[in-house]
């Protein structure tokens, strides 16, 4: 089994940065991609960032020049840095694994997600 949660989420002021975390543990041999995912009321989840094992990363447009994916693939740890917050980054923001376990499985798995607020 695996588990993956997520951490650093709260109430920011427009204009202001957060740092997300997003640990993975359990029975895994290796993680593939790691990603950020988010969903605001009424919306639909949408991809934020993405990164692969390699380092390669793509980035939705709205974030793009103001967030930051990183990995620390000894961690099994994705990173969300989050600049120049805007009130429309204001959703719940969940990780994503894919994660490649002791039994050679290919599996996804998602964080519980973390509420990130920006407002005045």
């Known amino acids: 089994q695996v588990q993956v949660v997520e951490s650093g989420g709260g109430l920011v002021q427009p204009g202001g940065s957060l740092r997300l975390s997003c640990a993975a543990s359990?029975?895994?041999?290796?993680?593939?991609?790691m990603g950020w995912y988010r969903q605001a009321p009424g919306k639909q989840r949408e991809l934020v960032a993405v990164?692969?094992?390699?380092?390669?990363?793509n980035y939705a447009g709205s974030v793009k020049g103001r967030f930051t994916i990183s990995r620390d693939n000894a961690k099994n740890t994705v990173y969300l840095q989050m600049n120049s917050l805007q009130p429309e980054d204001t959703a719940v923001y969940y990780c994503?694994?894919?994660?490649?376990?002791?039994?050679?499985?290919?599996?996804?798995?998602w964080g519980q997600g973390t509420q990130v607020t920006v407002s005045s």
């Open positions: 359990g029975s895994i041999v290796s993680i593939n991609a």
């Open positions: 994503n694994c894919v994660v490649v376990m002791t039994s050679r499985s290919v599996s996804t798995y």
């Open positions: 990164i692969t094992s390699g380092g390669s990363t």
